[in-house]
T-cell receptor, first 114, second 110 residues
């Protein structure tokens, strides 16, 4: 079974631009979550999608948005990029998103803002 | 507020020594707790979860609600245990939102 796949692996952008990151969950998994990982703040929850609906959202500004498609693939978008958005963005999937289910993580997309 | 605290950034031990990675949480409800591990150049992966009460790779973790702790223990450390370990709390009812601690890097010397 293929794991969670994130594309692209690396991205370099400049301030003010926007970016879209993609995540393909494990086959059969319907819940997709996104996390931001930085040296200063660690791993922080961005949002979770289940059946194309955002089910939970972390404390990030509205510049961070996402969506999920009918095949459970998810994208997250960051607009008006700032230097502080430089981070590793991780996607995780689980079958239903129930609390006791383990999440399976992808390798992440490393975003660098110049 | 929901919070996970891992007080040690780095823990260094020799092979064969006991290991205890500390994790304390703050949550007023009934928590679901996990330990995730990230080996060098590998993705973050689940090590164990308290609900399973299992031992994985010789590691165990017991939920102590009185002390609000979920420490990870192994009686005899191996070099291959060297990795970054994250304690995580699932607090919300029906979502995948995980609150992570800042992580502890375990170094096991030969």
């Amino acid at each position: 079974k293929a794991g969670v796949t994130q594309t692209p692996r690396y991205l370099i952008k400049t301030r003010g631009q926007q970016v879209t990151l993609s995540c393909s969950p494990i086959s059969g998994h319907r819940s997709v979550s996104w996390y931001q990982q930085t040296p200063g703040q660690g791993l922080q929850f961005l949002f979770e999608y289940f059946s194309e609906t955002q089910r939970n959202k972390g404390n990030f500004p509205g510049r961070f948005s996402g969506r999920q498609f009918s095949n459970s693939r998810s994208e997250m978008n960051v607009s008006t990029l700032e230097l502080g958005d430089s981070a590793l963005y991780l996607c995780a999937s689980s079958r239903t998103g129930a609390r006791d289910q383990p999440q399976h993580f992808g390798d992440g997309t490393r975003l660098s803002i110049l | 507020a929901q919070r996970v605290t891992q007080p040690e950034k780095l823990l260094s031990v020799f092979k064969g020594a006991p290991v205890e990675l500390k994790c304390n949480y703050s949550y007023s409800g009934s928590p679901e707790l996990f330990w995730y591990v990230q080996y060098s150049r590998q993705r973050l992966q689940l090590l164990l979860r308290h609900i399973s009460r299992e031992s994985i790779k010789g590691f165990t973790a017991d939920l102590n609600k009185g002390e609000t702790s979920f420490h990870l223990k192994k009686p005899f450390a191996q070099e291959e245990d060297s990795a970054m370990y994250y304690c995580a709390l699932s607090a919300d009812g029906n979502t995948d939102k995980l609150i992570f601690g800042t992580g502890t890097r375990l170094q096991v010397f030969p």
